[in-house]
């Protein structure tokens, strides 16, 4: 703990492993099991609980609770876990649960940003750089992709997917998967068009952004089923290699067993 500051009000388990440099602020809780990596600050008030592995360089502001257990009503006591990236900051209030059944894992990336009073629930696995607006919520089993957006007190029923780079709109119902690089609003919410903008400012190109523009078209304004037209899709960009933004969203497409929000 080189170089740490640690308030006298802060009450931290024996069994808590704390790294380099961290700053731990006043009246903050710090539980068995939680490994906490270099450089993060807890500003004060911060209950963090384990087991739980927090990366380097997070940020909690006061009142978050951080790796507390399952509210899922089947657990029951199980050792089960909570992993954090590094580079995230956790506004007030925001609430991270660990996994349910024995073994099983919540996991968040890196350099996301959750805003006052968001909630992760059990078993979700968030990836890097995501934004969730205030209250922007999440039931347990979900999945979130990098960069996508969760706007203000928008909720994802469990089991539901959020695809890279996708936003759902303040105050969305999502009760089926988001595909990725559009835009999902309304309650319930329906597909508005694509994330033109967030693309463009994450380097996607003219033709990409073009391309995408003429699936969405093709799945959603169109007289197509989805399933008829992921096959016109996937005929068009045949010869577009896997990584392709196209080829990423018919995969997601395909992969999906709650179905596509229409």
């Not at 640690?6 to 006043?26: E, K, Q, T």
């Not at 384990?50 to 199980?78: A, M, T, W």
């Not at 693309?199 to 995408?212: A, N, S």
């Not at 290699?241 to 067993?257: C, H, N």
Request: hydrophobic letters at 35%; one cysteine or more; charged letters at 20%.
């Amino acid at each position: 703990m080189a170089s740490s500051e640690i308030h006298p009000s802060a009450i931290i388990d024996s069994g808590a492993c704390l790294g380099d440099d961290v700053i731990i602020g006043p009246y903050c809780v710090i539980g068995k099991g939680v490994e906490l990596g270099d450089g993060c600050v807890l500003h004060s008030h911060v209950v963090l609980d384990g087991p739980s592995i927090i990366g380097k360089q997070n940020e909690f502001y006061p009142h978050c609770v951080i790796g507390g257990r399952s509210q899922d009503l089947k657990y029951e006591g199980e050792p089960t876990y909570l992993r954090v990236g590094e580079g995230n900051t956790f506004r007030e209030f925001v609430t991270v649960n660990r996994g349910t059944s024995p073994g099983e894992v919540t996991t968040i990336g890196n350099n996301g940003h959750f805003l006052a009073y968001a909630h992760v629930a059990h078993d979700c696995v968030v990836g890097n750089g995501v934004i969730f607006s205030n209250n922007g919520t999440l039931a347990g089993h979900v999945s979130v992709d990098d960069n996508a957006i969760m706007g203000g007190l928008s909720a994802v029923h469990q089991f539901c997917r959020i695809g890279r780079h996708a936003i759902t709109g303040g105050c969305s119902k999502i009760v089926q998967d988001v595909p990725p690089f559009m835009i999902a609003d309304g309650n319930p919410a329906q597909v508005r068009g694509i994330n033109s903008v967030g693309l463009q400012r994450h380097g996607f190109d003219k033709d990409q952004i073009r391309d995408l523009k003429q699936s969405y078209r093709l799945i959603y304004r169109s007289n197509l089923t989805v399933k008829d037209a992921v096959e016109k899709l996937k005929e068009q960009f045949a010869d577009k290699e896997e990584d392709y933004p196209v080829q990423e969203l018919i995969s997601f497409i395909e992969a999906s067993e709650r179905g596509i929000i229409r």
